[in-house]
Structures are given as C-alpha cells and as structure tokens.
C-alpha cells in the first residue's frame, strides 16, 4: 500500500517569508498527487493537484509544487507567504490504476506570524 | 450550489451509545468516502464506498459501521465498540475514483465528543 510523508509537523514564517513543505512517497507505480488545505474553521479543499504532464504545477493563491519522480517528491512552495495563508497542509496521493483511494500524510501546521 | 453536506457540526455522545453521522452530496458522484482526523495523525480511512449497495473497509473500520442505500447519501455509525471515538469526522466524494477521477470534495466535518 501507498504512504504519504510530510518533512514537518510545525512550520513557523514571518510574512514574506518563502515556504516549502516537503512531501515524500512510497509507490513504483503512476501516482496521482494533490495538496489539501484546511484553513481555521474551515472545510478541506484542493491546492493544487498533479496527474501528468508538466511537473511544475500551479495552484491557487500563489502555491505551486513540482513533482520529482527521481526522488518521490512533492514538495509545495510558495515564494512569499501572508498570515492568511495560515492553516494545515496535507500531502495526498492516489493510484493511476484503477480504483485508488487517497491517502493522506500527517499534515503540516504552517504558522505565520504577521 | 454541489457540495457535501455533514450534519450536525457538533456532536456529544454518552459512553456506551451508538451515533450516526450524516453525510450527503449533490455532486452525482459514484464514489464516496469516511475519514477521521486526529491532530498529528493526518486523515485516515475508515470505510468507503465506490458505488451505491457496495461499500469496503479502510485503514481503520473497527468499531464503525456504514450503509449506502443511495447514490446522495453515505452515514456513519460510531459504535459502542469504537474505543476512542471522540475525533474529528470528514466525508469525502470523488466521481468515481478511478485514475484521474480521484480529486476529492469533502464535508465540514463533524466533531464528535465522547462524554
């Protein structure tokens, strides 16, 4: 079975600051890779999502992440962040083969500080 | 507007009592799915359901259980026999969870508390 690792539970920025979150995974196959948010209060939603195609993918509100085959990778970055971008981070990935469910890393609290 | 719609947002349950969550979604989707969020620990799969009479358990089903009856509607049941149910509860559909139909919607949640 798959599984999803985040590099950090707790990351703490000023604003301004540039973010990347690492995120690993364990499976030889064709994968399908996403990053959630869940802001305070609020329902999990899609960043931004990888399926094929240009590795290099972009999200909403200025996030992208490139996916490295090599090395298993996902890692999400963001050149410049703002306290709003203040919320959990999870790192997800699915099968390209058939039927897949998602499964999730532990998450990663980003923190800015204004 | 599409959406999941979970209910209610709050939830107390006395020790020893079975509960039921309430999940439905207007998005035609075939697949639907129940996550539990422990802080720390991620999301988690308890039990999912690709389409509708048919249903599998996840990661961790003990001590749950689910129908699906209809293709809008996934409930959950927290059992007695869950050991530590008080935790935060997600449902989730995809369109039918194959291949590149696996980006996932999800509810606001429920939060259960055991007292």
């Known amino acids: 079975a798959q599984s999803v690792s985040q590099h950090n539970h707790h990351v703490i920025l000023s604003e301004a600051a540039s973010l990347e979150l690492g995120c690993n995974y364990s499976y030889g196959g064709t994968v399908n890779l996403f990053w959630y948010v869940q802001y305070p209060g609020q329902h999990l939603q899609l960043l931004l999502k990888?399926?094929?195609?240009?590795?290099l993918v972009k999200g909403i509100k200025g996030f992208e992440a490139e996916f490295i085959k090599s090395k298993f990778s996902f890692n999400l970055r963001k050149p410049s962040v703002q306290w709003s971008d203040t919320a959990e981070y999870f790192c997800a990935v699915t099968l390209n083969s058939g039927y897949s469910t998602l499964t999730f890393g532990k998450g990663t609290m980003l923190l800015v500080s204004p | 507007d599409g959406g999941i719609t979970q209910s209610p947002k709050y939830l107390f349950r006395k020790e020893g009592q079975n509960v039921t969550l309430s999940c439905e979604q207007n998005l035609n989707h075939d697949a639907m799915y129940w996550y539990r969020q422990d802080p720390g620990q991620g999301l988690r799969l308890i039990y999912y359901?690709?389409?509708?009479?048919?249903?599998q358990k996840g990661d961790i089903a003990e001590g749950y259980s689910v129908s699906r009856e209809k293709k809008e509607s996934f409930p959950l049941t927290v059992t007695s026999a869950q050991k530590n149910p008080t935790a935060f509860y997600l449902c989730a559909s995809t369109f039918d969870g194959t291949g590149m139909n696996t980006e996932a919607f999800f509810g606001q949640g429920t939060r259960l508390t055991v007292v």
């Open positions: 359901s690709q389409i509708v009479n048919d249903f």
């Open positions: 990888y399926f094929s195609g240009d590795p």
